[in-house]
């Protein structure tokens, strides 16, 4: 069954969730063939850390660092190397950036103080800089078990379990640190946020809206709030906030959430003023050049789209959007190794992704590959069972492999979710016009 490929970038989810990743650009390209859908809900505003709780590299290195000289006074060593100069040799090159070396250097003193929280925290945060997130994981449960009151802890591995994509195992450390700190501003944040992208904005407004007047001035917290809003259906709304916050502040990142709010509601024009802007204010904030990369991509200009998701790889290699929407971009124009390697990474740098395993089924059965295929899609329907463009390729994979009964199946399955966008839909428009429920 081929499905004619939409003409925008966005629709909503079988959950009433706004799909986000690239589709087919407006303007076909000639040369390309038709594709078949390629909606995801890949893109989603990540609020950096705002507030003062968890505090800079520099800041909370000095901190751990005075916290393992006092570990030391207690030890029993009474030779070897010097373990505050190694110390302070891995937590140097953490603060240049050498991330790899300072993952070394921590690594050489667990061998030799395995008990040291310290050590083991920072070692945690040079791991998420590499995009190492089980082992950072695993590092900071391990600091917990030292010291297992330590909120500052629980936080960063709330947040590598973020920066992962593993969001309910994030929301399970957040909420324990939102309930023990219902006023924290950078929880409920972050909070929020996992819940927005679950399809679950309403529970992220019930978390946030207690503290709008305390969080006011906060950027991150506004953008969260108001892309809450854009999710619940209240779109108006939530898009009036954003677009004030960006005018009243004048900061990068209000504009890259106006942006991004305005790609939701298919305000592209709109949305590349807005990233243009980022730009300009602050060409190093993390994502501008992603966004730059979809917006490209959805008016055809396909060169100028892998031009700038490659621009963002460069700063950051792990930025898993970027990866996956270059090699979406790849397969569309039909480069089907090269897009097939990065969306690979993404896979690395996200296992499980249900987007990165469609679009890399994707191009498998464009390889030839169907029953490779078959096998990332079943995947991220077990991932995401409402997400309803991986059923429409499983149902033409599976008649492609003489499987009617399972085909029937996920043409059910389609149907279903169909209905239930539909119903979404017609439910986020009667509260855009403020049109009460029957």
Not at 38 to 46: G, H, K, N, S
Not at 142 to 167: Q, V
Not at 279 to 300: E, K, Q, S, V, W
Request: aromatic share 6%.
């Amino acid at each position: 069954m081929t499905v004619a490929c939409p003409t925008r970038l966005t629709g909503t989810d079988g959950e009433g969730r706004i799909s986000d990743a690239v589709i087919a650009p407006r303007k076909q390209a000639k040369a390309l063939p038709r594709c078949r859908v390629l909606r995801t809900r890949a893109l989603d505003y990540r609020p950096a850390p705002s507030s003062s709780r968890l505090p800079s590299l520099k800041v909370a290195l000095t901190y751990l660092a005075a916290l393992f000289i006092l570990s030391l006074a207690c030890s029993t060593f009474a030779q070897g190397p010097d373990l505050a100069k190694l110390f302070q040799e891995a937590s140097d090159a953490q603060q240049r950036g050498d991330a790899a070396l300072a993952v070394r250097k921590y690594q050489e003193l667990l061998r030799l103080c395995p008990d040291v929280m310290a050590v083991r925290a920072n070692l945690g945060l040079a791991l998420v800089s590499l995009g190492r997130y089980d082992e950072a994981i695993a590092q900071y449960r391990a600091a917990l078990a030292l010291a297992p009151g330590d909120h500052g802890l629980r936080a960063k591995l709330g947040m590598a379990y973020y920066a992962k994509g593993d969001l309910p195992k994030a929301i399970s450390e957040l909420s324990t640190l939102h309930k023990d700190e219902p006023n924290d501003i950078e929880t409920a944040t972050l909070l929020g946020n996992c819940y927005v992208r679950l399809g679950r904005a309403d529970q992220a407004i019930s978390v946030l809206s207690p503290l709008d007047e305390a969080g006011r001035e906060d950027v991150p917290f506004q953008l969260t709030l108001g892309w809450a809003l854009v999710r619940a259906g209240r779109s108006k709304e939530g898009l009036e906030r954003i677009d004030k916050l960006a005018q009243q502040t004048h900061s990068a990142e209000a504009y890259k959430g106006a942006a991004e709010a305005q790609m939701n509601l298919e305000a592209f024009d709109k949305a590349r003023r807005n990233v243009e802007e980022a730009l300009r204010l602050n060409p190093h904030l993390p994502g501008l050049y992603t966004l730059r990369g979809i917006i490209a991509a959805d008016f055809g200009d396909y060169e100028g789209a892998v031009a700038a998701f490659e621009k963002e790889l460069q700063a950051d290699p792990n930025y898993f959007q970027a990866q996956l929407h270059l090699g979406n971009v790849q397969y569309l124009q039909r480069k089907l190794d090269a897009a097939r390697a990065h969306l690979e990474r993404a896979l690395e740098i996200a296992p499980g992704s249900p987007q990165a395993l469609y679009f890399l089924a994707r191009v498998k059965r464009a390889q030839g590959q169907a029953e490779a295929a078959v096998k990332d899609l079943e995947r991220a329907v077990r991932a995401d069972p409402k997400w309803m463009e991986p059923h429409v390729e499983l149902v033409a994979l599976y008649y492609r492999l003489n499987r009617p009964a399972d085909a029937a199946r996920e043409r059910r399955i389609v149907d279903r979710l169909a209905e239930e966008a539909r119903q979404s839909q017609s439910k986020a428009r009667r509260l855009s016009l403020g049109t009460p429920e029957h």
